[in-house]
């Protein structure tokens, strides 16, 4: 009998891996009272954008078929699944399960642990080598590669509602080079063909772009550029936010016009409701702003770190809203007691009506990241660190040892999403079968 499935997706883009020892780390409706801040980055900072074609000597997309596909997913019972990365694979497994199976068969990973789920949730765009990505089909069993020879690493994936492109993140030149510098590429999975649609190679924006987001309708993009090599010891003026008009991708070598200045601050997120929220300094704080887009010009500040009793030394490092618009989680870090020279981490949920913030995790020498949301709501995703791989590769890369739990909103409690003591955890994405 063949089941009716129906798939809800929620995802996580933080990218988790490559903590390399001589280089930079890449780097998984609220109401209350307002106040205004200004946009202190001047429009003469904007970086120089070369939006081409990339040479018609790039590796053309290939296709590996199935003679007989097979979905995986019709293997699994009605029920909430969570994709993550373990064993060296991406496996899938109910939430309370006590057993899963890989998500994608005969594919192997050590390192890259990148990955994105298309809207309708039949196909993942992931990292399959340093610079090469690939479409995994669930329907089809096909696996496409799409190589892209100007790219040694990509990361941070968004695909456009219609699942008909893609776009993502990549370092042109290695990142730990004086030259570095770093891109923005689309993929038509209709044409097969591969745009640069921005290229950063102003000197004070070398240092890399993190979060690219696109609106819910589809109409803009966000990301962050960073202004210094030190990206996790940057203060939030360190970064500048940037926003896209998505119409140049019919004709990518326009994009650069359409790009425009946000402000400083970093982690752009859309809530939805269609406000643009982000990470931006208040003085010496750490803030939350927000704005419409026709007003980014006049943003207010949501909340500040000191409304969580937090010191002036306490950042903000990211956040994400529930899919029903009830919560933000928000993750604080701060320097440890007695040791500035590490960090500790604690997450908390704002609620929408603005009442009192909620403590997701304990305050402790623990270092926690936000991951997401399931579809429904329930349960927010986070990691804790609890150690680093062996050195991998030729640069000697280590990569973060992650547990994965999930925290029930109504009822308060988290558990360990899969008890593998030592063993690598990576969040993915959930995926809701009925």
């Known amino acids: 009998m063949v089941r009716c499935l129906k798939f809800v997706i929620t995802s996580s883009r933080k990218l988790q891996c490559l903590l390399l020892a001589s280089m930079f780390v890449l780097g998984s409706c609220l109401s209350g009272r307002t106040i205004s801040v200004s946009t202190s980055t001047a429009l003469a900072n904007t970086a120089t954008l070369q939006p081409t074609r990339l040479p018609t000597t790039t590796p053309v997309p290939t296709s590996t078929p199935t003679l007989h596909p097979v979905d995986l997913r019709k293997k699994l019972v009605p029920g909430l699944y969570l994709a993550y990365w373990s064993q060296s694979t991406w496996r899938v497994r109910e939430v309370g399960g006590s057993s899963s199976m890989p998500l994608l068969p005969d594919i192997k990973s050590d390192f890259y642990t990148e990955i994105e789920v298309s809207p309708d949730g039949n196909k993942v765009v992931f990292v399959s080598t340093p610079g090469q990505i690939s479409v995994y089909d669930f329907r089809t069993s096909a696996l496409t590669t799409y190589p892209n020879s100007e790219v040694n690493y990509a990361y941070d994936f968004t695909w456009l509602s219609n699942g008909d492109m893609l776009l993502y993140l990549g370092t042109i030149e290695e990142s730990w080079l004086p030259d570095a510098?770093?891109?923005?590429?689309?993929?038509?999975?209709?044409?097969?063909?591969?745009?640069?649609?921005?290229?950063?190679?102003?000197?004070?924006?070398?240092?890399?772009?993190?979060?690219?987001?696109?609106?819910?309708?589809?109409?803009?993009?966000?990301?962050?550029?960073?202004?210094?090599?030190?990206?996790?010891?940057?203060?939030?003026?360190?970064?500048?936010?940037?926003?896209?008009?998505?119409?140049?991708?019919?004709?990518?070598?326009?994009?650069?016009?359409?790009?425009?200045?946000?402000?400083?601050?970093?982690?752009?997120?859309?809530?939805?409701?269609?406000?643009?929220?982000?990470?931006?300094?208040?003085?010496?704080?750490?803030?939350?702003?927000?704005?419409?887009?026709?007003?980014?010009?006049?943003?207010?500040?949501?909340?500040?770190?000191?409304?969580?009793?937090?010191?002036?030394?306490?950042?903000?490092?990211?956040?994400?809203?529930?899919?029903?618009?009830?919560?933000?989680?928000?993750?604080?870090?701060?320097?440890?007691?007695?040791?500035?020279?590490?960090?500790?981490?604690?997450?908390?949920?704002?609620?929408?009506?603005?009442?009192?913030?909620?403590?997701?995790?304990?305050?402790?020498?623990?270092?926690?990241?936000?991951?997401?949301?399931?579809?429904?709501?329930?349960?927010?995703?986070?990691?804790?660190?609890?150690?680093?791989?062996?050195?991998?590769?030729?640069?000697?890369?280590?990569?973060?040892?992650?547990?994965?739990?999930?925290?029930?909103?109504?009822?308060?409690?988290?558990?360990?999403?899969?008890?593998?003591?030592?063993?690598?955890?990576?969040?993915?994405?959930?995926?809701l079968i009925k």
């Open 181 to 431: 510098r770093f891109g923005i590429y689309s993929v038509s999975l209709l044409t097969g063909k591969t745009f640069k649609v921005a290229d950063w190679t102003d000197d004070r924006f070398q240092y890399g772009l993190h979060h690219i987001r696109l609106s819910k309708d589809d109409q803009w993009l966000v990301l962050d550029a960073a202004r210094i090599s030190e990206y996790y010891a940057a203060q939030d003026s360190d970064f500048v936010v940037y926003m896209l008009e998505t119409v140049c991708l019919v004709s990518p070598q326009t994009c650069g016009e359409s790009i425009r200045l946000v402000g400083d601050g970093h982690y752009p997120e859309w809530s939805p409701d269609g406000r643009l929220w982000w990470v931006c300094p208040q003085g010496t704080r750490s803030a939350l702003c927000v704005a419409e887009v026709d007003s980014l010009e006049s943003p207010q500040v949501f909340l500040t770190v000191s409304v969580l009793g937090k010191s002036a030394d306490a950042k903000f490092y990211g956040f994400a809203w529930s899919p029903d618009g009830e919560y933000a989680a928000i993750a604080v870090k701060q320097d440890k007691p007695n040791d500035p020279d590490h960090k500790r981490s604690e997450i908390f949920l704002i609620p929408a009506d603005g009442s009192r913030p909620v403590r997701v995790t304990a305050a402790s020498d623990e270092n926690e990241y936000l991951e997401g949301w399931s579809p429904n709501s329930k349960y927010l995703v986070y990691s804790q660190v609890i150690g680093y791989t062996e050195p991998q590769g030729e640069l000697g890369g280590r990569a973060l040892i992650t547990d994965l739990y999930l925290y029930d909103v109504k009822t308060r409690t988290k558990f360990d999403f899969v008890d593998a003591s030592g063993d690598r955890e990576v969040f993915g994405f959930f995926m």
